[in-house]
């Protein structure tokens, strides 16, 4: 793939993947739209900065396709993130990956709300945040052999999980500290029992997420690289 070719199917692919990230996020979910499952697959295939303009093209336009009420618009630039946090874990960049972790969940703790709300309802974002150190171990021997699926899955499977949940930890941010909850209506006492819903049926939605990106990805990406196709991730 020459130099001159690359801008132009850098295009090509932010623009498939916003399409196709745009149609998901029309279909509604649990907690969240189908855009999930398009998150991890845009940040390890496009990179951390082309995963995070696809996705944030395809949130906006998956909220033309289907137009929300009232704030829940703005949530849409957790997708995003977790696209970003998606490429930087692929790639190894755990220091990065914590610092987006670490202030997010620092922000929640010093909330008043956050602090008197159920702690353990965001378990499996803590089992996130102690997956970030593998990363870097797990990047390094991809590197090493890129186009062996021993070496793909646990480097996919990582790195779409802490993105998802990084997702996740975005809009629980939105919600708690920058204080959406107050501005959509939402009662303080009500909270309680929608972090515990939530610790629930979120998980669920990750876990889809996850196993839909590894299923794509590993056969995916061994090929673009037995074939020579497409040097990923792209940024």
Not at 59 to 76: E, K, M, N, T
Not at 129 to 143: S, V
Not at 166 to 189: H, K, T, W
Request: aromatic content about 8%; overall charge positive; some cysteine.
């Amino acid at each position: 793939m020459g130099a001159e070719t690359r801008p132009s199917l850098l295009v090509a692919l932010v623009s498939a993947f916003a399409a196709l990230h745009a149609v998901l996020a029309a279909v509604p979910g649990v907690w969240r739209s189908l855009a999930v499952v398009a998150i991890p697959l845009e940040g390890v295939l496009l990179g951390p900065k082309a995963g995070f303009l696809a996705a944030l093209i395809g949130a906006a336009g998956g909220r033309i396709l289907r137009p929300r009420a009232g704030l829940d618009p703005v949530f849409g630039i957790a997708e995003p993130v977790g696209a970003l946090v998606s490429g930087l874990a692929f790639k190894g960049k755990q220091l990065q990956v914590f610092a987006i972790y670490g202030a997010l969940l620092l922000a929640y703790f010093l909330h008043p709300v956050g602090r008197r709300l159920p702690a353990w309802c965001l378990w499996d974002i803590y089992i996130a945040f102690a997956a970030i150190p593998l990363t870097g171990p797990t990047a390094r021997r991809l590197r090493q052999s890129r186009g062996n699926p021993k070496a793909l899955m646990p480097s996919v499977v990582l790195s779409s999980f802490i993105g998802v949940e990084a997702d996740v930890l975005v809009r629980i941010f939105m919600f708690i500290p920058l204080g959406l909850y107050s501005l959509m209506g939402v009662p303080e006492e009500a909270l309680p029992a929608i972090w515990v819903a939530g610790a629930f049926e979120t998980p669920i939605e990750s876990a889809i997420s996850v196993l839909a990106s590894t299923l794509l990805l590993v056969p995916l990406l061994k090929v673009l690289e037995d074939g020579r196709i497409i040097r990923w991730p792209l940024t």
